[in-house]
Nanobody
Framework: QLQLVESGGGSVQSGGSLSLSCAVS????????IGWFRQAPGKEREAISC????????FYVDSVKGRFTISRERAKSTVYLRMNSLKPEDTADYYC???????????????????????WGQGTLVTVSS
């Protein structure tokens, strides 16, 4: 059974850092695109970042570019999202997602519509205070 389990959320002050983890089980992560979305209260889900299968590249949306870093560790079947220079507007539930195909078919930008992603974790809350 394919599962994505997020951890690492919490509260931090503006300018601080957090690292989220997504533990992957039930499938070989090399063959899936894995990424992150977030959803702030009262807002729609927003794509953040993803990694294409087989190390096919990493992609970020403009709002987090230069501040967030996605990485993956095969030995631990885990994908990470390192978040630096956090802002109050980064406050949201953060979701790990997976897709059986590339998250960036063009290798230039991430697919940002939630319906493209087949699997979702349960979410972890990040709160950034000013």
């Amino acid at each position: 059974q394919l599962q994505l389990v997020e951890s690492g959320g919490g509260s931090v002050q503006s300018g601080g850092s957090l690292s989220l983890s997504c533990a992957v089980s039930g499938f070989n992560m090399d063959y899936f695109a894995i990424g992150w979305f977030r959803q702030a209260p009262g807002k729609e889900r927003e794509a953040i970042s993803c990694i294409n299968p087989n190390n096919g590249g990493k992609f970020y949306v403009d709002s987090v570019k230069g501040r967030f870093t996605i990485s993956r560790e095969r030995a631990k079947s885990t994908v990470y999202l390192r978040m630096n220079s956090l802002k109050p507007e980064d406050t949201a539930d953060y979701y790990c997602v997976a897709r059986t195909e590339a998250c960036s078919p063009s290798a230039t930008a991430m697919l940002t519509e939630p319906e493209y992603y087949d699997y979702w974790g349960q979410g972890t809350l990040v709160t950034v205070s000013s």
